[in-house]
């Protein structure tokens, strides 16, 4: 019963996040200056040329108005058309997000593979050479940001020892993911910049929990092997699943700049050029579709740590 | 300071003076074509040449005070607000509106930064604020949690309580009890979100945001130059190496002194991710 009053608090308290993003996607792209009178009049157009682009797009309405306009058809799931091509929206990302998926699912996984493997490792052997050479490691990878290390990859793989395409171009026809070898440069990109943080949240957690009293009191009763791993790692879980989900979520911004480097045709990519070229509808929905996503994550994040955290508190030992 | 410690200090504070002073110390124009795209380094041309036939060089001393700048202006923004509010939320004793307070700085920083970035780019185009603007969203409510959290430890204390007990007021407690045990952890945060903004403002060049086309930009030599990479690597390869000895070598210096200050959840944060990704 609680869980489901909490759970009503957190997803209330999202879709109002979600609010102030919308006026804040609203506000940036149709109050700022950069609006998109001057995509559709091009830069030669005069004063009065503008200023009847402005009245047939009914920008001289005032900005409240229009918000409430705009975010009761995004209900409906009417997000308007590109004022380039024409097309809906909606249908652009319906399009999009398939390839944006193939590129983050196995990066997601990669992370949480890695963070999981190496952050035990490291946990369970605190201070040791293992642990502490994989502090630097990560610490420089932490350190780098996510283009830096994706250019890294595309200079190694592409120039220096060439066996993977630079470029994800997709035959006609195909989907992303019918391709490994296009979706692995851009996945390995992602899960090099993301998987540090996991691993080091999961490595300090497994560290304090193996220096807990119940723990000594495991290792003093024989406990060994694959079953003391599992107790550690199952009662450190916790915490460090807040951290991962943040580091999924975190994967979403990622994957805008690695997109648009390997040519991935996902949801970033459309969005970094529909800024560059002021497509203020498109900017607006796909902006729009990566909050939502961002704060759908960290929601399930945020329910499965608390649904761990339950489990402990009920079982026996208290083992916290 | 250990002579390693001694070491990362004096890289980082090298990539900090190329990129303050650059500018002055280049004798060649960083905007003309010298001489044919991509060429390897030569007498004349020490680090080569770049996609248009610039001398890469002059182009690296230009490209990194931009970002230096704005991610100064977006850190010390950012200490002004998370300062304000951190030390508002502890001290007050309006606990619901203290709580309202983070809860709203809270709210837009769960969305990645580069999505922020690229939403306010798409309304401020062709200048450094988008930048500026997104660095200080991102990264505030990580300052005004550290600030809010060590503030409420520093005012638990015995001196603290017994300021407030003799009714000292608030602006002779601040002086004296809470600013000076706040400042080593205020530097720090400080410092974790420099590097973030700095490797913000070098995505934003990545991406074509920020200053336009001419001006040199190390995120940018990155994007224009990596198809060159085979002719002359040196145009991608320099400018990718300060952004990294930046961001590791102050990382490294500040994980030391924020290890037993902040605690592992901040020291890597996990809520940095987003700001810088």
Request: net charge neutral; charged share 15%.
């Amino acid at each position: 019963m609680r869980l489901a009053s909490w759970l009503t608090m957190r997803v209330a308290a999202a879709a109002a996040t979600l609010i102030v993003l919308s006026a804040v996607v609203f506000w940036a792209t149709e109050v700022l200056p950069g609006d998109a009178v001057g995509t559709s009049a091009g830069p030669d157009a005069t004063d009065a040329e503008r200023a009847a682009i402005r009245v047939s797009l009914g920008l001289d309405r005032p900005a409240g108005e229009r918000y409430l306009e705009w975010i009761g058809q995004a209900v409906q799931g009417n997000l308007g058309e590109s004022l380039l091509t024409g097309r809906k929206v909606s249908e652009v990302i319906g399009d999009r997000l398939l390839a944006s998926v193939a590129v983050l699912l196995p990066a997601a996984v990669m992370i949480v593979v890695l963070a999981v493997v190496l952050g035990s490792a490291a946990g369970l052997r605190a201070g040791g050479r293992w642990d502490r050479a994989l502090s630097a490691i990560t610490l420089g990878l932490v350190g780098s940001s996510d283009f830096l290390l994706a250019t890294g990859l595309l200079v190694v793989f592409t120039a220096w020892w060439p066996v993977l395409p630079a470029v994800a171009l997709v035959p006609a026809g195909d989907e992303l993911w019918q391709h490994p070898d296009l979706v692995a440069l851009p996945a390995i990109a992602l899960a090099l910049g993301g998987f540090g943080a996991a691993m080091r949240l999961l490595r300090a957690s497994v560290a304090q929990t193996t220096g807990t009293g119940f723990a000594e009191f495991a290792r003093l009763n024989g406990v060994r092997g694959v079953r003391y791993v599992w107790m550690m790692v199952s009662n450190a879980a916790a915490p460090a699943l807040h951290g991962l989900s943040i580091v999924l979520a975190g994967l979403l911004g990622g994957s805008i700049v690695v997109e648009t480097l390997f040519n991935v045709p996902g949801v970033g990519f459309e969005l970094s050029q529909a800024v560059a070229e002021r497509d203020v509808p498109l900017v607006q929905g796909l902006s729009l579709t990566l909050g939502a996503a961002t704060l759908a994550i960290l929601l399930a994040g945020d329910l499965c740590a608390a649904m761990l955290g339950r489990h402990q508190a009920s079982a026996p030992g208290g083992a916290r | 300071m250990t002579p390693r410690r001694l070491a990362v200090l004096m890289m980082s504070s090298f990539v900090l003076v190329i990129a303050v002073c650059g500018p002055w110390l280049s004798a060649v124009d960083p905007n003309t074509p010298v001489a044919g795209p991509f060429e390897p380094s030569s007498g004349a041309h020490p680090l080569g040449t770049d996609v248009l036939g610039r001398d890469t060089l002059a182009r690296v001393l230009d490209g990194g005070r931009a970002l230096i700048m704005q991610a100064a202006v977006a850190t010390m923004l950012g200490s002004v607000i998370g300062l304000t509010v951190g030390l508002g939320a502890a001290l007050t004793r309006r606990r619901t509106v203290a709580r309202f307070a983070v809860l709203g700085v809270d709210a837009i920083a769960v969305f990645p930064a580069i999505l922020l970035l690229l939403v306010l780019a798409a309304g401020l185009p062709g200048g450094g604020a988008a930048v500026v603007a997104a660095s200080v969203v991102v990264s505030v409510p990580f300052s005004v949690r550290v600030i809010r959290e060590c503030t409420t430890a520093i005012i638990a204390t015995e001196h603290a309580r017994s300021a407030w007990a003799r009714g000292d007021a608030l602006m002779v407690r601040l002086r004296h009890d809470v600013l000076p045990a706040l400042a080593p952890a205020a530097l720090a945060e400080a410092g974790i979100r420099f590097v973030a903004a700095v490797q913000l403002a070098a995505t934003a060049g990545f991406l074509g945001l920020g200053a336009s086309a001419p001006a040199a930009n190390w995120g940018r030599m990155v994007q224009e130059n990596s198809a060159g990479i085979t002719v002359n690597p040196l145009p991608v390869l320099v400018p990718a190496t300060l952004l990294v000895l930046l961001a590791v070598g102050v990382t490294f210096l500040l994980d030391h002194i924020t290890g037993p200050l902040l605690g592992e959840r901040d020291r890597v944060g996990p809520d940095l991710v987003g700001v810088t990704r």
